[in-house]
């Protein structure tokens, strides 16, 4: 897409994004907005129970009504494949289940049947029409996930501080001895926290338009990973990678709910085969909470012992996850525990426990973003009891490398984020009793939490195609998700070629396009910047032999070697003046020199050092006691993410996880009818979100040294950080005001009832 900005702004620039104006004229597509000839609209229709069997599923009444083609279900169609399991990101997916595999239900909203009519209206009023008898049975979808009834059964696997959430259930991580150091030490906490389901709720339904032509597909869908997509949808529909094509241009978010398939894209898929027409199918927001992915409940043990002037001696995370009956999704809390503080005792493990609920998958910073607020408000209380400054007892437990693999790390500047995050917040000037600070008539409470997230890439392809009419075309098939991916990617491309941005036209969001990341692990752009730089080199070589090997050319008969690609002009070397590449390729009646680049990943692979990004928060929140008012005042947030591409799009990231994390602290939780076994704030009027009026000041600073273990640039990721430990931070300061503490989110106030 064209860009109107005038002036060269390469890396490190604040440039808005360049998919902004499409956005607000309303002319991006997004997967919805497609319409085709004969295009026939589908709504599933969900089980009402979450556990038991269909008995009976009655359609004729649907059948019948106006409008309607078919009603689909088990006993006449069976046209949707399992996927294959995949270990690798490249064909996952979290539900294996196509729908109507069985007759069996095992979660609320389920699947059942699909109306397909001539209108949204139409399919709405049929599937409603559908009647299905069920032998019920009670479900369980209890918040206690049994620790500590439940002993943790301790298996090897193999430690990978790197894992996503491949991990086996059993130790994760292990090192000294935990039971003899924590056994004798002086100071000690041994607390459980808990964390509820929360669910994603991007603004951008999930929606599949599916294109049958007679011999293949083209997929419309809201995916966080075009390929990944293809892939699956190749195997589930039963049909070569080469006859699916996957578009996905335009995302209102995913925020990992969108990584990876759910039923009703292959549903959809195999109707429009079936019936040989295109199909819509959009989610109602209601089967978004029901079958769409969720973060699973969690419950952590935290044990921390340590020395009376603060130096961890032992560290032990326990922490189990629900899952869905069929799936293993696990919820790698101890994602950050292996390597984050220096200490020689330490042992991380995990388990998982089954519950009637739709699959759980990744969502933003998983496994993370649960363990960090588990550990790190297990540091504040640990700091507590030690009489000590909490950010002073971080500090004294930095670590020197990576204690768990034994590999120094990357880029690690945790100490400068501190540092520099105390100071811009007023940090000294706390004083540590617990209501002992007040403004206008209310009682502060100042709170901090370190966070950390990976950093490493997948593999990655990209294009380069210089143009005659002198502009620049960058491709890629991996997508943006809302996150600033066009836009970072035309500064990527500018920066290597020295060509304005304007000039560089971005093209994402296809699977015809060269391979690309998945938009999820904050590594989409960490990935992109190997394989852009090797494919601008490939186009700039091309250029430079067009140059030569044209007779019409000035540089005809020159030796590619002589010539130099500067600021978009080809020269001889050692000369100022040269020739833009639009007319070095016109001269040469060449339309464009093209070159691709691909580079491998790091992600799951043998890592020589450890690569995460790192950060701090500091909040204040305000406590009005007499009215029972928390608000989260102010956030300081510094952040260590390597070199920082776009401070805007990146401050954008950062602000709005900040906000998220108050949401996760103060309001967010799915909660699920013990009854029925459904989510039953499945809206988003009952689903509490934090929104503009919960958004205090943000303060975010970035400290921009680049990590060049990681790419060319130094960049890493800065997608999912924010939302790491802010929410330990505020119930942290949420205790430092009330002396209440809150270790089951999120935090009520009738949790703070009782404050004196
Ligand atoms: Mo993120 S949960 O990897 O989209």
Known sequence: MPVKNKKLMGVGMAMPRIDGPLKVSGTAMYTSDHHFPGMLYAVPVGSTIAKGRIEKLDVAKAEKMPGVHAIYHRANFNKVFRAAPDTDFTAYMDEHRPAFEDDTIRYYGQFVAVAVADTFEQAQAAADAVRVTYRAEKPNVSRDLGMGAQPVIPKPTEPNATSHNDEAPGVVSERGEVEKAFGTALVKIDQIYTTPPETHCAIELHATVAVWDGDGYTLYESTQAVGNHRNVMQQQLGVPKEKVRVISRFLGSGFGGKLFPWPHAALAGGVAREMNRPIKLVLSRAQVFQGAGHRPATQQRVRLSATPDGKLTSFTHDYINHTSILDEYKENCGEATPYFYSVPNLRVTAALTKRNVGCPTSMRGPGAVPGLFA????????????????????????????????????????????????????????????????????????????????????????????????????????????????????????????????????????????????????????????????????????????????????????????????EGNVRLKGQTQGQEFGAVLRAAHVSAASGNGSAQGTFGGKAEVSRHSYGVHFVEVTWDEAIARLRVNRVVTVIDAGKIINPRTARNQIEGAAVMGIGMALFEETVYDHRSGAPINRNFADYVMATNADAPRIDVTFLDHPDMALNELGARGVGEIGLAGIAAAISSAVYHATGIRVRDLPIKIEDLLASK
């Open 375 to 566: 550990t790190e408000t297990a540091m504040d209380e640990l700091a507590i009891a030690l009489h000590m400054d909490p950010l002073q007892l971080r500090a004294v437990n930095e670590p020197a490398m990576d204690e768990s693999l034994k590999i120094p790390f990357s880029s690690r500047h945790t100490l400068e984020c501190y540092s520099v995050g105390a100071e811009k917040f007023g940090w000294s000037k706390r004083t540590p009793q617990v209501g002992s600070m007040k403004q206008d008539g209310l009682t502060l409470g100042w709170g901090v939490a370190a966070c950390s997230w990976l950093a490493e890439r997948f593999p990655a392809s990209a294009s380069v195609d210089l143009r005659a009419d002198g502009t620049a075309r960058v491709s890629c098939g991996t997508q943006d998700i809302g996150t600033g991916t066009y836009t970072v990617l035309a500064q990527v491309t500018s920066e290597k070629l020295g060509v304005p941005v304007d000039r560089v036209e971005v093209v994402l969001g296809d699977t015809d396009l060269p391979p690309g990341p998945l938009s999820g692990g904050s590594m989409a752009s960490a990935s992109l910047i190997p394989a852009v730089y090797l494919a601008a080199e490939g186009a700039i070589q091309k250029l430079l032999l067009t140059a030569v090997s044209s007779p019409s050319s000035r540089f005809f008969g020159k030796k590619p070697e002589e010539l130099e690609f500067k």
